[in-house]
């Protein structure tokens, strides 16, 4: 089993920055892909950035070169550094973890752009 709580969202201006952690705890070690993901309101789910254990890292394109995804695992964290946001970037950010068939999800923390 693992554990994900996310933090750092809030509201923020359009073209601002906010970081989203992820804490991790339980069996990490058993986990191959860190993933955020986000539900915009009226919107399905959505994947916007995976890093592996190697440190390789995907993103979504409505989000290439304004977010990026980093980990510290020593820390077991993920984070996501949210850059030149825009009001459709507010959602619910969901930190997941993957390893094996299994599939983890933290509670979410809300992110609001808007002026």
């Known amino acids: 089993q693992v554990q994900l709580v996310e933090s750092g969202g809030g509201l923020v201006q359009p073209g601002g920055s906010l970081r989203l952690s992820c804490a991790a705890s339980?069996?990490?070690?058993?986990?191959?892909?860190m993933e955020w993901y986000r539900q915009g309101p009226g919107k399905e789910r959505e994947l916007v950035a995976t890093?592996?254990?190697?440190?390789?890292?995907n993103y979504a394109d409505s989000v290439k070169g304004r977010f990026t995804i980093s980990r510290n695992n020593a820390k077991n964290a993920v984070y996501l550094q949210m850059n030149s946001l825009k009001p459709e970037d507010t959602a619910v950010y969901y930190c997941?973890?993957?390893?094996?068939?299994?599939?983890?999800w933290g509670q979410g923390t809300q992110v609001t752009v808007s002026s």
């Open positions: 339980g069996s990490y070690f058993s986990i191959a892909f």
């Open positions: 890093i592996s254990n190697s440190g390789s890292t």
């Open positions: 997941s973890a993957v390893g094996g068939t299994a599939r983890y």
